[in-house]
């Protein structure tokens, strides 16, 4: 009885083994594929731009950058009063009415 169950349980991690195999198979091919297809949009984009800079020097036609941000303006920083180690501590009620 125990050699049976032995048996079926090495069946089983083989079958897992097989089938985590045809998984990382299938996802390499994915990657590779998807590589392939941004590979070939990079080529084209590139032929694009060349070809559109070329015109461009024919034309002359400048590229121009884009214009410069200019730096953003600093917030003022609300400067804190020195206390000499004194904490303020608010009126009470009793203290305002009085004063």
Do not use: F, H
Not at 37 to 51: E, F, G, K, S, V
Not at 55 to 61: E, H, K, L, M, Q
């Amino acid at each position: 009885m125990s050699s049976t169950n032995n048996t079926e349980q090495r069946l089983q991690v083989a079958a897992k083994k097989a089938d985590r195999e045809r998984e990382a198979a299938k996802a390499m091919r994915e990657y590779e594929a998807e590589k392939v297809r941004i590979d070939a949009n990079t080529t084209r984009l590139r032929a694009l731009r060349l070809a559109k800079e070329a015109a461009d020097a024919a034309t002359g036609v400048r590229a121009t950058a884009p214009p410069a941000k200019a730096p953003a303006a600093k917030k003022p920083v609300a400067k804190k009063k020195a206390t000499n180690g004194a904490v303020a501590r608010p009126r009470s009620s009793r203290a305002a009415k009085s004063a």
